[in-house]
């Protein structure tokens, strides 16, 4: 990639706010190169996948926009290096990078539009009503509600360090462990009980700085062979005491049940512990988290 590539693929994505597909007429005028120079330009991004072309016209693919969030992180001189991935998602990717400074954290790219975004928006309340939205400003939406929930519970909460952020891209701290869903505890020697008061506390401390997850199950907890654990996947996280969304975000008010959300979380949990044994009350749970009870008296 040359400069004049870059500031290309650049004026693609800017000029995506009005148009699905950018006309090559709209990129000779809005970079001022000659012509021979766009076709030569949208042939080498196209040649890097990095761009999709229609009778339309262009636009970004998802590899174009990892490239533009990874450029960024580079000139900020924060990315030494990127390796494997860690795991896939419906809607993002995440991969192990090594940071300038010799940490090891990984890379987080959101990317709603891979399956049917329409799907996503269903619990995403911050999306549900922009119709027209794309799934570029969707992506980028999505990650940054993300790390802010991250910053608003790291290093409170076990959750993942929240280090940069870029368009649809999340720079977090290393992961450790593997899903809950795939771990048998006794097999690593932790004891269910104890292990679910743990992540019960977490819920309550999450709670008590303003959050719920709102999707919490053993399919976003990591747990390592010492027992250690962080909860990750925050982007449809709600405030507590709040109509809509994060305020330095800007989506449009809606109304959600609080309750619901948090009882949800908390019944996923016991749904996955009722193989250990492990019966609770869900209300006494429930009044535990928001602070009426102790958890002596469940």
């Known amino acids: 990639m040359e400069d004049n590539d870059w500031k290309l693929l650049k004026i693609i994505e800017i000029s995506m706010k009005n148009h699905e597909w950018v006309p090559i007429q709209d990129l000779r005028r809005k970079t001022g190169f000659h ?29 174009g926009y990892d490239a533009l969030a990874m450029n960024a992180f580079i000139k900020k001189e924060l990315i030494a290096g990127i390796g494997g991935k860690v795991g896939v998602g419906k809607e ?29 928006k269903r619990y995403r309340e911050y999306l549900a009503n922009k119709r027209h939205i ?8 999505t990650a940054a509600r993300e790390f802010e929930v991250l910053n608003m519970l790291f290093p409170v909460v076990k959750v993942p360090e929240p280090i ?34 743990k992540l019960m506390v977490e819920v309550k401390k999450t709670y008590k700085l303003g959050i719920i997850h709102g999707d919490l199950s053993e399919f976003n907890i990591l747990i390592d062979s010492e027992g250690d654990f962080v909860i990750i996947d925050w982007p449809q996280a709600i405030e507590v005491g709040k109509k ?17 959300y948090l009882k949800r979380d908390i019944e996923n949990l016991l749904r996955y512990f009722k193989k250990y044994g492990i019966d609770k009350d869900i209300d006494k749970l429930y009044n535990y988290v928001i602070g009426d009870i102790n958890s002596e008296n469940i």
């Open 35 to 63: 012509e021979k120079e766009i076709v030569f330009r949208l042939g080498r991004l196209n040649k890097f996948k990095f761009t999709n072309k229609s009778n339309y016209g262009y636009r970004l693919s998802h590899w």
């Open 134 to 141: 794309s799934w570029l400003y969707a992506s980028r939406l």
């Open 92 to 120: 993002g990717d995440v991969y192990h990078v090594l940071l300038t400074n010799h940490r090891e954290a990984v890379l987080k790219f959101h990317q709603l539009g891979r399956t049917c975004f329409s799907m996503g």
């Open 164 to 197: 940069e952020q870029n368009r649809h891209a999340i720079i977090m701290g290393k992961l450790h462990g593997e899903e809950l869903k795939r771990v048998n505890l006794l097999e690593i020697n932790v004891d269910p009980e104890e292990f679910f008061w």
């Open 244 to 260: 809509g969304k994060l305020d330095k975000l800007p989506f449009e008010e809606v109304e959600y049940d609080e309750e619901f």
